[in-house]
């Protein structure tokens, strides 16, 4: 079962904190996670490169619904796969969904390792993951925070 912000934020040093919700913030984080995952589908850059572009389109579009709730992600350990999950329990993701993207994370943390190359099938599903979850979450916000996405496009 995936934890919402509210229970990840009660867990002793979480990297979750209550802030009021952020329609600014929230509106550059989806508009980061757009330009990331574009980034990430790019075949002139390296196979690394470009999945790291597609974990980064996730942890930004997490970050965005964060926002959205009134929660703030510090850089404390875990904010990655608190970002995530909080994100994927807010947005109704499946478990089998949020395990999918969350190998993505584990990519991220594999490719310190000496000699991790990443293939190009994985490349691919990885993107084809991450778009599916972009839509997810511009879905989650047409139907939520209408009026918060409008309200952060003010100048």
């Given at each position: 079962m995936l934890r919402s912000f509210q229970a990840l934020a009660?867990?002793?040093d979480a990297p979750v904190k209550p802030q009021a919700s952020n329609a600014k913030d929230a509106v550059a984080w989806l508009q980061s996670a757009q330009v990331k995952l574009t980034d990430a589908q790019q075949t002139a850059v390296s196979s690394g490169t470009r999945m790291d572009a597609a974990w980064d389109a996730v942890l930004m579009a997490?970050?965005?619904?964060a926002a959205a709730q009134?929660?703030?992600i510090t850089s404390d350990k875990g904010h990655h796969a608190a970002a995530?999950?909080?994100a994927a329990q807010a947005v109704s993701l499946s478990v089998m969904?949020?395990?999918e993207l969350d190998t993505l994370r584990d990519w991220r943390n594999r490719k310190y390792r000496a000699g991790f190359q990443v293939d190009s099938v994985e490349l691919a599903e990885a993107i084809e993951l991450v778009a599916s979850?972009?839509?997810?979450?511009a879905n989650w916000f047409a139907e939520h925070h209408a009026k918060l996405l409008t309200r952060?496009?003010?100048p």
């Open positions: 009660s867990e002793p997490s970050l965005a619904v009134g929660w703030r995530l999950e909080g969904a949020f395990d979850f972009l839509k997810t979450v952060g496009l003010q």
